[in-house]
């Protein structure tokens, strides 16, 4: 059996991943190919005890910690669905994965990249992303986005400059020169995240098909 596709979408506070997702989800098992959708952390018993302790604003948590719990999840998620996923032939769409620890807890929390990408290459197994979606909207606009669904959890309550690091480490990651020296990360697509869901669905379908005609040409068929 053909092994699978791992589509990963990310993007800052409020980009609109999970919409996209649950969408991308969704027009994928209409058009009969077979998808698995999952998010970090959480989707596996112990991800999700970490995420309710990672996302609780009454957590107090050093920067150190914090990456460790999210590698944690990550490790886990890893072996326990993404790869069986993969080996049995799925495509499997993952709501963040190892730019956001690059963004957030390398430029965000000024932890040293090289220990970041040590103990991440011991929790993806040396998994690379075939492609990563890349949801791009101005930090105010993300945050806003945010503040509708709710209060804000533990991250999402850090400061304006730290997002406002984090937004520049998502766009420095589309740079040729950044995806040349950070290969474990795989091919990087800028997604413009503005406008309505549909509009931001249809550039998101656009790329895929270019990229993976197969199976992903089909999508577009179906939208129309």
């Known amino acids: 059996?053909?092994?699978?596709?791992?589509?990963?979408?990310?993007?800052?506070?409020?980009?609109?991943?999970?919409?996209?997702?649950?969408?991308?989800?969704?027009?994928?098992?209409?058009?009969?190919?077979?998808?698995?959708?999952?998010?970090?952390?959480?989707g596996t018993p112990v991800g999700d005890a970490i995420r309710?302790?990672?996302?609780?604003?009454?957590?107090?948590?050093?920067?150190?910690?914090?990456?460790?719990?999210?590698?944690?999840?990550?490790?886990?998620l890893t072996a326990r669905e993404i790869i069986p996923s993969l080996e049995a032939g799925k495509t499997v769409l993952l709501?963040?994965?190892?730019?956001?620890?690059?963004?957030?807890?390398?430029?965000?929390?000024?932890?040293?990249?090289?220990?970041?990408?040590?103990?991440?290459?011991?929790?993806?197994q040396g998994l690379v992303p075939d492609l990563t979606l890349l949801l791009d909207v101005p930090a105010g606009e993300g945050l806003g986005r945010a503040d509708k669904r709710g209060g804000r959890d533990r991250m999402e309550q850090t400061g304006d400059e730290f997002h406002g690091r984090v937004g520049e480490a998502f766009r420095t990651f589309c740079k040729a020169s950044w995806q040349d020296s950070h290969p474990e990360c795989g091919p990087i697509k800028l997604i413009d995240g503005r406008g309505?869901?549909?509009?931001?669905?249809?550039?998101?379908?656009?790329?895929?098909?270019?990229?993976?005609?197969?199976?992903?040409?089909?999508?577009?068929?179906?939208?129309?």
């Open 52 to 76: 309710e302790i990672l996302l609780d604003p009454a957590s107090q948590i050093t920067a150190t910690t914090e990456a460790l719990l999210f590698m944690a999840s990550r490790a886990e």
């Open 196 to 224: 309505d869901e549909a509009e931001v669905y249809q550039r998101i379908v656009e790329a895929l098909a270019a990229g993976f005609p197969d199976p992903f040409k089909a999508l577009i068929t179906l939208r129309k």
């Open 95 to 124: 709501d963040r994965f190892f730019l956001s620890t690059y963004a957030y807890q390398v430029m965000g929390r000024g932890l040293a990249e090289d220990d970041v990408r040590a103990a991440n290459s011991i929790a993806t």
């Open 1 to 42: 059996m053909a092994r699978g596709r791992l589509i990963v979408l990310e993007g800052a506070e409020g980009a609109g991943k999970t919409t996209q997702m649950r969408r991308l989800t969704e027009q994928l098992e209409q058009s009969g190919i077979s998808a698995v959708a999952v998010r970090e952390p959480g």
